[in-house]
């Protein structure tokens, strides 16, 4: 692989600790790497260097981390993880309202990050989808509407496989409360998020193998849901 | 939509005003009756049922079955306040225990007999005093109701059953209510009432054949069936208003009932209330005030028939004019009524007749265009002239004598002068002290005088001397000249003074009003602005004055304020904290706790009272209506300014708050920015050097360390940052629907390698709904509770975990099976910085603080306890939202 095959990835983070690590990390991992210590750097590197996935520090000196994204978002389509501290529910779900792809929280695990990495830039390279959809023995036919677990085929509702497709089409990015209430039960809905309790509670009542410890859709607590599909 | 469609924004404000009052407010639902027996009681226990089947926190407050089988077996079951047992006078009373209904704070109470009154030295006369106080706590409340009760058809039922009704409530206290009528045609009722199902007191058993007569039971059958109706169309105009649908106050009409101290002015002025509701018309009431003087039983009975006006809805109004007509036309003029409503005299005595119809002759001629409606109305049998006569002597006799005291020294002089003058000269010197006299006194002793004047001229002077005879045409056109004439000029005089001292009272009443005005204006500070209430209150109605203001910091709702002239003993003070706390008037006068010493106004400015201001009266306390409405006058400045300088206060203060908050957030997010970049950097140092995978199996077992490490940091980093948030206030709720379980897992997956060496039992239902709490915070709560229990039991013991839903609460419980908590007050364990005697390294001493902290941010509570079979148990209880229903899905 030569160095021009490696995807770019440009760090804004106005931490030098954080920086160097992530710079030596993701070195160690094949990415090059571009860091800026502000958002408007950020902002003026992303727009040089169209790097391939931008890590986000939302609490950053100059801009809000979503001021950030939002111009960002004006002109790029390159991927977004954002780095948020453990209890800012909110900052999370805005960012990722405002078009981020994941985010990592402080402290983070380096596997997890790479994990994650890994994911947003494979969905932001793919350009056509899946028809088929894999996760551990579960199979979702998105052509075919067929849901089969272990081979033997699951009945589910309407809701239940609008659900679940939405899931599956964004498997292993985060989809918050908001994005999937809007999409499934409509504008007007983005508060009910009851009505998604219920129905992923339904769903991994008949998809999980151990309802009890769900292993398809993780709860990403007070942010939204996670599918977990094969690689 | 036109412009004239649309509605109203005043409106709207006004009606989404009503509608947050009515939510902070409980609701009332009433059960109401034609009559006794026709089952109400049981229709609301049937309600009540069905509310506790769904789980409502319901509670029988007083409950009236008369021994009925079928009503007590549909009461059995129903938690019940015990009655309050009062003995008054060797009999046994008992009551709501309104206190113990306070304290208890259901969501919905049952009241029976809404128009009870109570034993004598309850807190309020009547029962429906209590509910309104029920209400305003924020509790629903059920009660029943018979038609004959409400106040504005009283009357009505007393003229179709000929019965005088006593137990009445005002129908002020039924706005917003909602009602329920139990229906039941007369023949079914008076065959209940034939098989004795029916209760009724001994004593009006007699009266029970007059009483159930079947015209009586469909003329009340109606009464109940239209007020009810009536309710409906209200309830239907008021949503079309809010919904600019509709063509509301079409009508536009505006009734103005005239009011006096005659007793059938109370009937009039129900009979006004009526014709408003049904024209859904506004309506004032108003009395002239004549510059004659009034017996103190008048100015009770007027003060009863104004009291009756205000509490029926109308705008009252009070003017001085002694002629009544020009005084009435007047305001209606001013008011823009469109109808007159007056009442027809009962009797047509001779003097009556006269003055009687001349006035209804004259208000309908001036009137012009505004209608008239002249109304018979009865009154109670009041003997009126008995009783005034002697008063009349009894108030006056001391002027009359100082008067016959005057008359006869004039009658001296004129002995003198005699010898000088011709006798006709000395009427002119009678004349003068007649006139004299009429700029001193009232005009019955003018009358007197001119009258005993006039007999002694004829008796001492004109001759035949020293009788009554009058030989000569001449004189006795004179003494008849002489008594018209002294009668004529005393009394014009007389009147003149009288319009001046009416004057000048209206003047000194505006004059005090303003000088109340200026000197709130030019008050620079609070203290000044209180000392100057206390000092023109006093002064202008010859008062002790005693002002409180709400104290926050002390157990009572107000104290008063040290300068007051009128020290508050414990029990007015309480009067003074009732009448704030309900933003109602109390003590003398008034209708709630009359036997106080002073009279308590409580200060209310839009819907919340600023202070109270109580009033203690030298004299003997009777104020004239013209001064009930300075003082009214005087509440309503007051409470205006202390408002303007609560809002200033609280401006200043909302500043203060918003900068502090401002700094407050800004140095807890630098901090924790500054403590968790470190830490981060560590914890990824220790994951990336096991992700770069040339590690032995030691080096890798202590990055596992650093990060346990690490990750205990961390926790502590956030615990301390909440604290300080908790502590500050600034603890943001962010509260939704979760999966109970999520929750759990999160706060186990949280802790991590803490709990590996114990074993975690979870035990929650599979099919638990969802529950709306801050998932954050009950995040915490568990990380904190279960972290607590890995630290203080040794190593593979078990940790039981469990959720429930018990009742309208979510209990959480974390139980561990290790040595269980140490002797001691259990709630100091939620102390701050509170750790075991022999507390074992790991524990800050915070967690369960925060721990309460957090539950109790979320409506909940904590408590912790030893099991029985050893091991602590920490109980947390959270509220629990019922699911709203999901929308149907096709499948």
Not at chain 2, 12 to 28: P, V
Request: aromatic share 6%.
């Amino acid at each position: 692989m030569n160095a021009s095959d490696k995807p770019l990835v440009l760090i804004v983070d106005d931490e030098p600790q954080i920086r160097r690590l992530l710079t030596v990390t993701l070195e160690a991992n094949s990415y090059r790497v571009l860091a800026a210590v502000s958002g408007q750097e950020g902002l003026v590197l992303a727009a040089q260097h169209r790097p391939a996935l931008v890590i986000l520090d939302l609490g950053l000196p100059d801009f809000s981390g979503q001021e950030v994204l939002r111009r960002l978002r004006e002109w790029s389509q390159a991927a977004v993880i954002v780095l948020s501290v453990q209890d800012d529910d909110k900052g999370k779900v805005a960012a990722l309202d405002a078009g981020a792809d994941d985010y990592v929280t402080k402290p983070f695990n380096t596997d997890e990050l790479l994990a994650r990495l890994r994911v947003a830039l494979r969905r932001s390279t793919k350009t056509d989808a899946v028809a088929v959809v894999h996760a551990k023995n579960l199979v979702v036919d998105l052509a075919t509407r067929r849901v089969t677990v272990g081979g033997k085929e699951v009945k589910l509702s309407k809701i239940e496989y609008d659900l679940l497709r939405l899931l599956a089409r964004h498997a292993g990015k985060v989809i918050t409360h908001r994005q999937i209430l809007q999409e499934i039960w409509g504008p007007g809905h983005e508060k009910d998020t009851h009505y998604l309790r219920v129905y992923i509670a339904h769903l991994r009542e008949k998809l999980e193998a151990n309802p009890e410890t769900p292993e398809l859709i993780l709860t990403e607590l007070g942010v939204g849901y996670r599918f977990v599909a094969n690689d | 939509m036109t412009e004239r469609d649309r509605p109203n924004p005043d409106a709207l404000l006004a009606a989404i005003q009503r509608d947050e009052t009515r939510q902070q407010r409980g609701k009332l639902k009433v059960f109401l009756g034609m009559c006794a027996g026709v089952g109400k009681t049981f229709a609301m226990l049937e309600a009540a049922r069905r509310e506790f089947a769904d789980g409502r926190d319901l509670i029988i407050g007083y409950l009236e079955t008369h021994g009925r089988k079928e009503t007590d077996a549909l009461a059995a079951g129903l938690p019940t306040i015990p009655r309050r047992h009062i003995e008054y006078r060797g009999i046994q009373l008992s009551e709501l225990d309104l206190d113990a209904a306070l304290a208890r704070k259901p969501k919905l109470i049952l009241v029976d007999e809404f128009a009870h009154s109570n034993a004598p030295e309850s807190r309020h006369p009547k029962r429906y005093q209590d509910v309104l106080e029920l209400l305003n706590a924020g509790i629903d409340v059920f009660t029943t109701l018979n038609i004959q009760h409400l106040e504005s058809r009283a009357e009505a039922v007393s003229q179709i059953t000929g019965v005088t009704i006593h137990e009445t409530v005002p129908d002020t206290a039924l706005t917003d209510a909602e009602f329920e009528l139990v229906d039941l045609p007369p023949d079914e009722l008076r065959a209940r009432l034939a098989a004795g199902k029916v209760y009724l007191p001994e004593r009006a058993a007699t009266a029970q054949d007059r009483f159930f007569r079947v015209g009586n039971l469909s003329a009340l059958r109606e009464l109940a069936l239209r007020f009810t109706a009536e309710h409906v169309v209200q309830d239907v105009l008021e949503e079309r208003r809010a919904q600019g649908t509709g063509t509301p106050w079409k009508s536009g009409q505006r009734l103005l009932v005239a009011v006096s101290a005659s007793p059938t002015s109370a009937s009039l002025v129900r009979w006004t209330r009526r014709l408003a509701g049904e024209l859904h018309a506004a309506w004032l009431a108003v009395y002239v005030e004549s510059t004659r003087a009034m017996s103190e039983e008048d100015q009770a009975r007027l003060a009863k028939n104004l009291a009756l006006a205000r509490e029926l809805g109308a705008e009252i109004i009070t003017t001085t004019d002694d002629d009544v007509v020009r005084g009435i036309l007047r305001i209606a003029r001013e008011q823009n009524a469109t109808q007159i409503v007056v009442g027809k005299p009962a009797v047509w005595r001779v003097i009556e007749l006269f003055r009687g119809s001349s006035v209804l002759n004259r208000l309908i001629r001036e009137s012009g265009q505004i209608d008239v409606h002249v109304v018979r109305a009865e009154g109670e049998k009041v003997a009126r002239q008995p009783v005034r006569p002697e008063n009349f002597w009894k108030i006056d006799f001391r002027i009359y004598a100082l008067v016959a005291g005057i008359i006869g020294g004039v009658t001296g002089l004129n002995a003198v002068l005699d010898q000088f003058v011709g006798f006709y000269a000395l009427a002119l010197t009678y004349l003068f002290a007649v006139v004299l006299l009429a700029l001193f006194v009232g005009r019955g002793p003018v009358f007197f005088s001119a009258t005993l004047s006039a007999l002694l001229w004829n008796f001492f002077f004109l001759p035949p001397r020293f009788t009554f005879f009058i030989t000569s045409f001449q004189d006795g056109m004179m003494f008849a000249m002489y008594f018209v004439v002294a009668l004529v000029l005393g009394q014009l005089t007389a009147r003149i003074r009288a319009q001046q001292t009416a004057e000048r009272q209206r003047e000194q009443r505006a004059t005090a009003l303003y000088l109340l005005t200026r000197d709130l204006a030019e008050s620079p500070d609070l203290a000044q602005l209180l000392a100057v209430v206390i000092q023109q209150v006093g002064k202008s109605f010859r008062a002790d004055v005693a002002l409180s203001l709400p104290d926050e910091s002390e157990s009572a709702p107000v104290t008063a304020y040290f300068a007051s002239t009128w020290a508050l003993s414990d029990k007015e003070q309480t009067v003074a904290a009732w009448a704030f706390q309900q933003r109602q008037s109390a003590g003398r006068g008034t209708d709630n706790l009359p036997a106080s010493e002073g009279l308590h106004l409580p200060l209310v400015a839009g819907t919340r009272a600023t202070g109270v201001l109580s009033l203690r009266f030298h004299d003997e306390f009777s104020l004239s209506p013209a001064q009930r409405d300075l003082l009214d006058a005087f509440i309503r400045q007051i409470a205006l300014v202390f408002d303007r300088e609560r809002l200033r206060d609280a401006e200043t203060q909302a500043k203060f708050l918003a900068e502090s908050e401002r700094m407050g957030t800004m140095l807890l997010n630098s901090v924790s920015h500054e403590l968790r970049t470190p830490l981060a950097a560590i914890s990824s140092v220790a994951s990336g050097l096991r992700a770069a995978g040339e590690l032995n199996a030691a080096q890798k077992s202590l990055t596992l360390e650093l990060d346990e490490a690490t990750r205990r940091l961390n926790r502590l980093v956030r615990n301390l940052l909440d604290l300080s948030r908790l502590e500050a206030g600034h603890l943001r709720m962010n509260t939704d629907w979760h999966d109970l379980r999520d929750l759990l897992r999160s706060a186990l997956q949280n802790l991590g390698q803490s709990l590996s060496r114990h074993e975690v039992k979870m035990d929650v239902p599979n099919d638990f709904p969802p529950v709306k709490l801050d998932a954050i915070l009950t995040e915490q709560i568990l990380v904190n509770l279960l972290g607590n229990a890995a630290v203080h039991t040794p190593p593979g013991t078990k940790i039981e975990l469990s959720a429930r839903a018990e009742g309208n609460q979510l209990v959480l419980r974390v139980a561990d099976n290790g040595p269980g908590l140490p002797p001691g007050d259990a709630a100091r364990w939620f102390d701050r910085f509170q750790r075991g005697p022999d507390a074992v390294a790991g524990g800050t001493g915070i967690g369960l603080s925060l721990v309460k902290g957090f539950a109790e941010a979320q409506g909940g509570s904590i408590s912790a306890e030893n099991r029985a079979a050893g091991g602590a148990l920490f109980t947390v209880k959270l509220p629990l939202t019922k699911l709203p229903p999901l929308p149907e899905e096709k499948e």
